[in-house]
């Protein structure tokens, strides 16, 4: 039986957990029977609901693993400050309970195949690391002509997240080239260097010819992003996910300051809520001290949990990330990047 047949969101267990590097581990999801199985696009990302000491918290994760399995892969890093992440980190036990909500994101979606050259590039550091494994797994295993540079970022071998895992695939598949580049390339026989222009083309010599693939924190990304400028890549072949993006704040600093001590009502009719909330303030922050049950995984306008439709008044967008053009005209939002304009009435998704 597939997950998620039913309903957006299913109960789990912890099946495995083991350390992954000295601040990461690896957790595998399933169920108690087994039946399940796991359909999604490699690439994409589940919202986890855990179990908190006060509360049920969400986050997102990509998934590692490939589609048709009994069980899902997530790698989550230790995060300084990052309430979720390190309970995972530190207190969640194989035979946990957690809550999944359905995959979503566009990382590797039908727009996003490899071209008729079938070469692909994916490039990656830290935890950027783990939806592109899962594509470039996928794609081994279903396209067998497919040539794959891999080129990924890493302090030291220690810190290299699957580092066993995609040695043996370099072993296994004459088309799939582990290129990891190293801070300190001590008991290695991979490179030592930072990335940058001459490096992508030594790494990736047809990375001209290839789709592109980019993971990892905001500004490594921008940095590779600049270096395929540099080259004159194709940027219509070249695709990223972040999960950190940055946002500029669509209302002027002064302004904001200027109409701090204003304020908005807050309605959500369905939920009996009616409140008050700072103009300019967000509209998640505003559903969270109602008691609405929205759910915020990224806080950052990527994962899409906290998606509901403003039916009445305005909010200004800081992130249209997972909406459509359909989404937008009919009035939905994300809470967690939506600045309350005035008074707003609310219904969830």
């Given at each position: ?53 006060d509360k049920r918290d969400y986050r997102a994760y990509s998934v590692s693993s490939i589609p048709g399995d009994n ?178 704040s669509a209302t002027p600093l002064d302004s904001a300051i200027a109409e701090s001590n204003a304020s908005v009502k ?84």
């Amino acid at each position: 039986m597939q997950a998620w047949s039913n309903n957006g969101s299913i109960e789990l267990i912890c099946l495995k957990k083991w350390q992954e590097t000295p601040d990461t581990v690896s957790l595998e999801l399933g169920s108690r029977s087994s039946e399940l199985t796991f359909d999604f696009k490699p690439g994409q990302f589940i919202t986890l609901g855990v179990n908190m000491p006060d509360k049920r918290d969400y986050r997102a994760y990509s998934v590692s693993s490939i589609p048709g399995d009994n069980s899902l892969k997530l790698t989550v890093k230790r995060v300084e400050g990052g309430l979720v992440s390190n309970y995972i980190v530190d207190h969640l036990d194989e035979g946990d309970e957690v809550d999944v909500l359905k995959p979503a994101g566009k990382f590797n979606n039908v727009d996003c195949l490899p071209t008729s050259s079938n070469k692909v590039t994916l490039v990656s550091a830290g935890c950027g690391i783990t939806p592109v494994t899962a594509m470039a797994q996928d794609w081994l295993s279903t396209n067998g002509d497919i040539e794959i540079d891999f080129i990924h970022m890493a302090r030291n071998k220690e810190q290299a997240i699957y580092y066993h895992q995609l040695v043996e695939l370099d072993k296994q598949h004459p088309n799939f080239n582990f290129k990891l580049l190293l801070k300190d390339n001590s008991d290695t026989p991979f490179p030592q260097g930072r990335l940058d222009k001459e490096w992508l083309l030594t790494l990736s010599p047809e990375i001209k010819q290839s789709t592109v693939y980019l993971c990892g924190p905001v500004g490594f990304m921008k940095d590779v992003e600049r270096y395929l400028g540099q080259i004159e890549f194709d940027m219509s072949k070249f695709h990223q996910e972040s999960f950190t993006p940055e946002f500029e704040s669509a209302t002027p600093l002064d302004s904001a300051i200027a109409e701090s001590n204003a304020s908005v009502k807050v309605m959500v009719p369905s939920f009996g809520v009616e409140l008050e909330a700072d103009k300019n303030s967000t509209l998640i922050d505003a559903l969270e001290k109602g008691g609405v049950p929205v759910i915020a995984a990224c806080r950052s306008g990527i994962c899409g949990s906290c998606k509901c439709k403003v039916t009445k008044g305005s909010v200004t967008l800081t992130s249209t990330e997972t909406l459509s053009e359909q989404d937008l005209a009919e009035g939905f939002v994300l809470a967690c990047s939506s600045k309350i304009d005035g008074d707003v009435e609310v219904a969830l998704n």
